[in-house]
């Protein structure tokens, strides 16, 4: 039988040999490898590479995961390219691609990766909404792999294979999405249409090492899961992890969003191979930006005036301060400052920070 959402939970840790013989079974059930996936096609494993961190940390998808799918694609014959664009103004992917272990996965497996921000890019409309998506994404790959990894974030609540299509706007565009969206339900918008752009064939998430409270970067508490999923639709993927999860499948605005659009059946419909359970999985509340009017969105921000803050970590290195699309952090007697009134809380700061000095203070909607 071919289920729409394929679930294995028990890893213990990440060893390529076994997430090999685990995906190609749950690939099979889940309806097979897609098309695109023969000899001589060219398929790219778009990654979150959210920040340069070690995988150990359960930010960015484990390169052994990369490296189960990639070895698997290559005795298929065909060539892998891995890539994804980071949060904020990039400067040096190598730094990404060392840190968070796709250079080994690569080595490993006779993959290529490639830089979305070198890769050029081009403006695509849909919905009447215009996007700057990286070419690698639009054209030169017979099949796009979406190998996201599950986890929780402080504006969207959690972060799956929807989200992990905001990667493919390469450097500082994501940010100035979330300038253009003051609310995460005015966000969830455009990571639909990102999503529906990406077209990706098969979605595979990594919950084996992954992360709940205050995530999806360095804030976030570290979390065993163990699990892996599989579905050729990222919506079913999305519906049943967070209901799973313990988030009701339509509080989460992106799902909602695409179920709209007719991007998926009911969610009663899916059929789930396997199970996972969580146990006191922490997921932050609703955004209080969400319970009030598009209109009023901008000036909220404003009359709260909310802005993350740096701690003793900091150690003024600029690296913020270079990333921020609206020029609210200044360094300052060696620390940064973020200026309230002008902070459009992107999250890109907190992201990319190497020292995990920037903290998150928001006013409500926290649990
Ligand atoms: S907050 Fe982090 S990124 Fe910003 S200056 Fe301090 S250490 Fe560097
Ligand atoms: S200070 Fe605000 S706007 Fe600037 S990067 Fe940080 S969260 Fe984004």
């Not at 995906?23 to 959210?50: H, Y």
């Not at 100035?176 to 990406?198: G, T």
């Not at 419909?269 to 997921?283: A, C, L, M, N, R």
Request: glycine share 10%; hydrophobic share 40%.
């Amino acid at each position: 039988m071919n289920y729409d959402v394929v679930i294995q939970d028990g890893f213990g840790f990440y060893c390529v040999r076994i997430l090999r013989d685990a995906i190609a079974s749950m690939v099979e059930d889940a309806g097979g490898w897609p098309p695109g996936t023969s000899t001589g096609n060219r398929v790219l494993l778009k990654v979150n590479m959210l920040a340069a961190k070690h995988p150990a940390r359960g930010i960015t998808t484990h390169p052994a995961v990369v490296a189960a799918v990639s070895s698997l694609l290559r005795d298929r014959g065909c060539e892998v390219f891995i890539g994804d664009s980071p949060g904020g103004a990039v400067k040096g992917v190598e730094r990404y691609w060392k840190n968070c272990g796709f250079n080994t996965a690569a080595e490993l497996t006779g993959a290529k990766l490639i830089s979305f921000e070198g890769s050029g890019s081009k403006k695509i409309s849909i919905h009447n909404r215009e996007y700057d998506i990286a070419l690698p994404i639009l054209e030169g790959y017979d099949c796009r792999i979406n190998l996201c990894k599950f986890k929780t974030h402080m504006y969207t609540r959690l972060t799956n294979a929807l989200k992990n299509s905001f990667g493919i706007v390469p450097g500082l565009g994501k940010a100035m999405l979330h300038m253009r969206s003051p609310r995460p339900v005015d966000l969830a918008v455009n990571i639909v249409d990102l999503y529906e752009i990406a077209d990706f064939s098969l979605h595979i998430s990594d919950g084996i090492l992954c992360m709940d409270g205050r995530g999806p970067s360095t804030d976030g508490r570290r979390r065993h899961e163990g699990f892996l999923a599989v579905s050729r639709n990222g919506l079913y993927l999305d519906m049943v992890l967070s209901q799973m999860a313990g988030l009701p499948w339509n509080q989460l605005d992106s799902n909602v969003e695409a179920v709209s659009r007719g991007l998926g059946k009911p969610f009663a419909e899916i059929t789930v191979h396997g199970s996972h359970e969580f146990v006191d999985f922490d997921i932050p509340a609703r955004s209080y930006l969400n319970h009030i009017p598009r209109w009023l969105g901008s000036a909220a921000r404003l009359v709260l005036r909310t802005a993350p803050v740096s701690n003793d970590l900091c150690t003024g290195c600029g690296v913020c301060q270079r990333a921020c699309p609206v020029d609210a952090i200044e360094i300052k007697n060696g620390r940064a400052k973020m200026k309230k009134g002008i902070c459009i809380m992107c999250l890109c700061c907190h992201e990319l920070c190497p020292e995990n000095a920037i903290e998150l203070k928001l006013p409500f909607g926290r649990r």
